[in-house]
């Protein structure tokens, strides 16, 4: 398998907001050929360092893919220095400036003249053309080794890459495939998880299976490898069954779609309508689902009942049922969902009221403390979850719980 | 000034989807204090790759930090890496190995066999302990180096940092401190800004100005250097005055407060309301606005009227200015605005209505197309904005326009 390294170069992306992202869209193309990505460098505009990292990356791997620093100022050093590491010149292309002045009339202007700089490339490399700037990239080889240097903005990086880099990797990279597929999860906890599936993925060593967890879901990822990419596929799709069969309906996605696409598919499918009456998340729910574009064929309303005398006006929940129970209750959360599916008329409503702190948490219900409420055609119901997390988690944990619920409901209908 | 590297050492950070992140914290952390970082490396659970890693970044720069690989499994290499690094044992601390007893014991465990390996520690280094974790952290110093190695999660490795090394660095990094500003600013143009402030800020070599666009609003990022973090504050702030003053009401924060938080502040001084009524952009606003604890204070209500049926029913919109103005509209965004402060009976309203696309576009309102409304106790009025992006970020700069609406106009009403 070949292995490749990315040098990320610009002082910008050593600033506390700013890092390198063109190396995640860079490893997923890579790894696509069976090419594996073994480092990343983030250098500043700084020769010494940048040279220095070149050279050890051109020793240890096959392939060496840099971004950034190939603009017209004195801070862009990247030419300069790919040419030093692989002890090559660089040479000037009359045929270059051509095209930058070209460009630079193109737009109006004439081209200033520190632009110059940008017409020079190291000695036999392949100049890689970029419709979307003025930097050039460049494609040199050297004992067996590939140097590819890149742009920054990944709007030029991009394309230059999939249209001259990828094909010429490709070549050599030779019959590996390497293809991912993840599992997502919802409403199991890890270890039950784990305590399900280890008997089946420990039985395969291909694909290999790695389970993540983020928020409030489970990822479990899969990694094949194979001569082709419909073999790895397959070998994914096998794996993928076998676990999906074990889990049922805590399974909300194998293909990549979203919790809040998902619903939205169902509900489409279904030719059925949604409303949303959200209390603590603040319009979080409704934000997710109208994310997704065409959402407005099933989603027609949705109210934020902040206050009690809001969850009163907008939803009929009774005042004496919030001074009863709490405005955090199961009852209230019921009454929200009912409330909303009556009014907007739709099919289905979910609600969500809870504590997401960090104040507002009492001994029977702490922080995190959230009910969930469903509203169908055959019944209206809730649950109770205690969600860890600061306030901006447990409003997320929340939103995900009360649309995997509408999804259980969904699909226990049929 | 000292020079720092920062290594983040695991496998899934070579992956598509995840990256090192703690670095950006470890930054901002290093540079107030004037240590500056030179490289950072992301490198996986690869001994030789580190190890070489690892030695450069010693020979190069004065500090070096390590994230993650101190877990208990085959795959966590750090310890004897970094040891052998350094050309030093590993030590093995009986007393360690009874605090990993005694926090498994806790939790109702016995320790597992394998997280043994955790007690072992670079000889002669400080051991740095870990409250929120099994992995205790280690820094060492040798040849006029410190090597500080932490956990991977941030929960875990930024106490450690904030409490342990950072007082340690404090001390070696003499009396040069760095410290950043930034003057947030919305509702102007780039070419406009400039053409404003350049006069200001090319007055000043210190602090350095960086104008940096993002999504809707501009940030002017200031980086002063001076003896004393008091200095260095002391020159951001006498330039900070003199950009706001020429900027005026367009400077919505120069302290980090977000657009909702100032929102937020704004209505609480005055102890005044506002309810939401949103259609394109489906609860980002109220999402916004909530996300900021205490908001029950000021924020009542939204609602999220996707249908035209609901923005009659739940505002009052009638459906023939609807018919005859078509949904997005002036006239729509200001009735839905109206609407929802009357019937919330709040100080203030926002409204939302535009399209996000990416259908729904027409020749006179294209994708992008997005009015905000305001209702308040002196006037109604709205604005149209035509707004560039995909669907999400065309949904993030309306909720960003209604907010900075709504923030002049409480600040115009004084």
Redesign the interface.
């Known amino acids: 398998m070949q292995t490749a390294e990315i040098v990320a170069i610009g002082s910008e992306?050593?600033?506390?907001?700013k890092?390198?992202?063109n190396?995640?869209?860079l490893?997923?193309l890579l790894?696509e050929i069976g090419i594996e990505?073994?480092?990343?460098?983030?250098?500043?505009d700084?020769e010494m360092?940048l040279e220095?990292?070149l050279r050890?990356a051109l020793d240890?791997s096959d392939i060496v893919i840099t971004t950034g620093g190939l603009g017209p100022t004195e801070d862009d050093i990247t030419r300069r220095v790919t040419a030093r590491a692989l002890e090559l010149k660089l040479e000037f292309r009359e045929d270059l400036l051509e095209d930058l002045r070209e460009r630079f009339r193109s737009f109006g202007y004439e081209m200033p003249e520190k632009n110059r700089q940008q017409a020079f490339v190291i000695e036999g490399a392949e100049v890689l053309p970029n419709p979307n700037g003025s930097a050039a990239g460049m494609m040199a080889e050297k004992g067996g080794k590939i140097l590819a240097v890149l742009p920054g903005p990944p709007r030029e990086s991009r394309p230059m890459f999939v249209n001259h880099v990828l094909p010429r990797l490709r070549e050599s990279a030779g019959t590996i495939s390497v293809r991912?597929r993840s599992i997502m999860v919802s409403g199991l906890g890890e270890s039950k998880l784990d305590e399900l599936i280890a008997p089946i993925y420990t039985q395969y060593s291909n694909p290999v299976t790695?389970t993540?967890f983020s928020r409030t879901e489970v990822e479990v990822q899969l990694t094949a490898t194979a001569p082709t990419s419909e073999k790895a596929d397959a070998l994914n799709a096998e794996l993928t069954e076998q676990i999906s069969e074990k889990l049922g309906i805590a399974v909300f996605s194998t293909n990549g779609e979203t919790m809040e696409e998902v619903v939205g598919r169902l509900l489409k499918e279904r030719g059925e309508t949604l409303a949303?009456a959200?209390s603590?998340?603040?319009?979080?729910?409704?934000?997710r689902?109208?994310?997704i574009?065409?959402?407005?064929e099933y989603?027609?309303?949705?109210?934020?009942?902040?206050?009690n005398?809001?969850k009163t006006?907008?939803l009929g929940v009774p005042a004496d049922l919030i001074s009863a129970n709490g405005a955090v209750s199961a009852q209230v959360a019921e009454a929200m969902a009912r409330g909303a599916r009556e009014?907007?008329e739709t099919d289905y409503a979910v609600s969500i009221t809870g504590i997401a702190?960090?104040?507002g948490g009492t001994g029977e219900k702490p922080v995190g403390t959230v009910f969930v409420g469903y509203a169908g055609p055959d019944e209206t119901m809730s649950m109770r979850f205690n969600l860890p997390g600061d306030?901006?988690l447990i409003?997320w944990r929340a939103s995900q719980a009360a649309l995997d619920l509408l999804r259980r409901q969904i699909l226990k209908r049929g």
């Not at 990505?37 to 500043?44: N, P, R, Y």
């Not at 603590?280 to 934000?287: D, F, Y």
């Not at 989603?299 to 206050?307: A, D, H, K």
């Open positions: 992306l050593l600033t506390p907001t890092t390198d992202t190396s995640l869209w490893t997923e790894n990505v073994k480092l990343k460098t983030i250098v500043g700084d360092r220095e990292t050890d240890r991912r790695a993540l949303t959200e603590c998340t603040g319009g979080l729910v409704g934000e689902i109208t994310e574009p065409g959402a407005s989603f027609l309303e949705g109210v934020i009942t902040y206050s005398e809001a006006r907008l009014r907007a702190g960090p104040e306030r901006h409003r």
